[in-house]
């Protein structure tokens, strides 16, 4: 077994706090099967008096498994959460299999102790808000515009592998130390790699509703809406949405927010419609205690589809539920409005309950980087 050791450069743009309790790692192996291929390479990337680290542990023969798996996991105790990509699918059912069959009960158990943290499981709900075709990471660092020297994928590097051995069985060690730097360059690269993407977590949060803003902003102006916030983690690249006439722009911890008004009219409906009498005459619908002073030939008894009192005014597209008055063009319509009102410019909770429904629920949000 070899270890390799050196500082890495990069950058942690998502808010883990404090970055010595946390360590990224990825492994390498000679196919999808534990029982029947093997395991070559650790590589884990971890942060320590203010500078990155990369570490790995490399297999030089056919028979360093069980080191390489005892110089890691001795080396995990010293963290409280394993962050990874797609770790939870792969790499860590490999391990803890690969420990079974060299009998390393004791390191099984730590990977129930430690706190997981699969950047994969996280953004794969949210894949088709991102124009790309699939959620492998290589795809995504595509997509945040995350620039990689190796050239390879993880299947190409089981021939380079074995062609490594065979030549480390011949002594070329001219040819040996090429394949080895290659080997070791997509490993490290996953690393870096996760390292830089994981602000992807930022969209996440955006995404499902639970960023918290820094500052809020809410400007009417030109018959257009417009929002401005902050947020404490970084994005790691710049984001852009345009469409239905609103404009998304999010660089780094910000995002700029542009929506046009619809101005004419819309109906409120009432859920309880059979309290209701709908006065055809003047197309609206009024509380059957209002409505017993009316004559019987003026009103009929309600439905879901006539239940409702009309609304001229300025309105704007709402994407959550817990708002009222919520107004629309008629009962089938899934697209809701409000009533701006000045008061909501200042209210820093309506400002970010918006932004929630807005990135959480707006089905034809689709980023694009």
């Known amino acids: 077994m070899l270890t390799i050791e050196k500082k890495c450069f990069g950058e942690l743009t998502y808010s883990f706090h404090p970055k010595e309790d946390f360590l990224f790692f990825d492994i390498e192996t000679t196919g999808f099967s534990p ?5 070559y390479l650790i590589g884990v990337l971890y942060y320590q008096k203010n500078n990155w680290y990369l570490k790995q542990w490399f297999a030089n023969d056919y028979t360093s498994e069980k080191e390489i798996l005892i110089n890691f996991f001795s080396f995990l105790e010293n963290f409280r959460y394993l962050i990874h990509y797609n770790g939870l699918g792969f790499d860590i059912p490999f391990l803890k299999e690969k420990c079974s069959q060299h009998q390393l009960s004791k390191e099984i158990t730590l990977f129930d102790k430690i706190s997981h943290i699969d950047i994969y499981k996280h953004i794969f709900p949210h894949r088709n808000k991102l124009k790309v075709e699939n959620a492998k990471q290589k795809t995504l660092e595509t997509f945040l515009h995350i620039q990689r020297e190796d050239p390879y994928h993880g299947g190409e590097l089981i021939k380079i592998y ?3 051995i065979k030549q480390c069985q011949t002594g070329n060690t ?4 090429i394949l080895m730097h290659t080997l ?6 996953d690393l870096t790699g996760m390292l830089q993407f994981s602000g992807i977590l930022s969209l996440v949060d955006l995404l499902e509703g639970t960023m918290e803003f820094t500052t809020t902003s809410v400007n009417i102006k030109k018959n257009q809406m417009t929002i401005e916030a902050t947020f404490s983690s970084s994005l790691p690249c710049s984001l852009f949405y345009k469409n239905n006439g609103d404009t998304l722009l999010m660089e780094k911890n910000s995002l700029f927010l542009q929506i046009p008004s619809y101005q004419g009219e819309l109906k ?3 859920d309880n419609y059979k309290d209701y009498y709908y006065l055809p005459m003047e197309d609206t619908a009024i509380h059957k205690s209002v409505a017993a002073f009316v004559d019987k030939e003026y009103r009929q008894k309600a439905k879901r589809e006539n239940c409702y009192q009309r609304k001229n005014g300025i309105f704007y597209p709402i994407y959550h539920a817990n708002f009222s008055p919520l107004f629309r063009f008629d009962y089938k319509t899934d697209s809701f409005y409000f009533l701006f009102d000045e008061k909501f410019s200042s209210d820093t909770k309506w400002i970010t309950e918006y932004l929630h429904g807005y990135f959480k629920n707006n089905s034809s949000l689709l980023l694009e980087s």
Request: net charge negative; no cysteine; hydrophobic share 30%.
């Open 162 to 164: 074995q062609k490594y």
């Open 174 to 177: 001219s040819e040996t130390d």
């Open 184 to 189: 070791l360059l997509h490993n490290e690269e």
């Open 35 to 39: 029982k029947t291929s093997a395991l």
């Open 268 to 270: 409120f409906f009432y």
